[in-house]
Nanobody, 124 residues
Framework: QLQFVESGGGLVQPGGSLSLSCAAS????????IGWFRQAPGKEREGVSC????????NYADSVKGRFTISRDNAKKTVYLQMNSLKPEDTAVYYC?????????????????WGRGTQVTVSS
């Protein structure tokens, strides 16, 4: 059974950093693009970053370019999101998922294999 477990969220002050992890199981991670998505209260889920199966292609939402870095370790079946210079508008629940494409960052229509996510709160 395909499963994602996100971790690493927390409360951080503006300008701070967090490192998120996404542990995948139930499928061969190596074959797939993986994306990080986030959903803030009252807003739709949006794509934040995406990485190709080999790690050679990455993409970022304009709002996080230059601040976030995505990476993956297929041997550990884990995808990471390093978040620096965090802003209050980055506050959201962050999810990872199999991405249908990285440009633009999106999942397949009807995709429903979401994990529980990890809460990121940026506040002073």
């Amino acid at each position: 059974q395909l499963q994602f477990v996100e971790s690493g969220g927390g409360l951080v002050q503006p300008g701070g950093s967090l490192s998120l992890s996404c542990a995948a199981s139930g499928f061969t991670l190596d074959y797939y693009y993986i994306g990080w998505f986030r959903q803030a209260p009252g807003k739709e889920r949006e794509g934040v970053s995406c990485i190709s199966s080999s790690g050679g292609l990455t993409n970022y939402a304009d709002s996080v370019k230059g601040r976030f870095t995505i990476s993956r370790d297929n041997a550990k079946k884990t995808v990471y999101l390093q978040m620096n210079s965090l802003k209050p508008e980055d506050t959201a629940v962050y999810y990872c998922a199999r991405a249908f494409s990285c440009i633009p960052i999106k999942t397949a229509r009807g995709y429903n294999d979401w994990g529980r996510g990890t809460q990121v709160t940026v506040s002073s």
